[in-house]
């Protein structure tokens, strides 16, 4: 993905129609005029990100309301206690990584007084306390695990 946003910024200058510079004009009228070009673009390119984001938004709705109609009482119900069940683990990941990297943090800057060498090993050993820690164990293993497929 990263050689492909390099690709992109690389070939994003080739796809400007950014005009020649005339030689009688001066330097700052020509750099403002590939300016205003630049803008135009970036604008133009921002109103498409929008309007594609919108309708992406107006799909999903549709399809929750499509599914929502068909679902009774009991079932709207259930599907709300198991969201917000799951928004309140991911609220609890999200306090205790936090909670994490601010120990982590203050650690780094406490450690910044030791010289080098000792220094050295305080961060390796902080490193490694992170790397063990439960919250963040979670965390890693739910990302490399493959992602459950939705039975129908």
Not at 125 to 147: G, N
Request: net charge negative.
């Amino acid at each position: 993905m990263i050689k492909e946003v390099v690709r992109l910024e690389t070939e994003y200058w080739q796809l400007l129609d950014v005009p020649r510079q005339d030689k009688q004009e001066p330097v700052l009228a020509y750099v403002l005029r590939a300016c205003t070009i630049v803008e135009k673009s970036q604008r133009s390119q921002e109103q498409a990100e929008k309007s594609h984001r919108a309708d992406q938004e107006e799909e999903r709705k549709r399809e929750n309301s499509q599914r929502l109609n068909g679902m009774t009482t009991s079932q709207v119900l259930e599907e709300n206690t198991c969201l917000t069940n799951e928004l309140f683990r991911y609220l609890r990941k999200y306090s205790s990584l936090r909670t994490l990297m601010r120990e982590l943090k203050d650690d780094y800057v406490e450690s910044k007084m030791y010289p080098i060498v000792p220094r050295y090993f305080m961060l390796k050993d902080m490193i490694r306390d992170v790397m063990r820690d439960p919250a963040f164990v979670e965390i890693c293993q739910e990302v490399t695990q493959s992602p459950p497929t939705a039975a129908s």
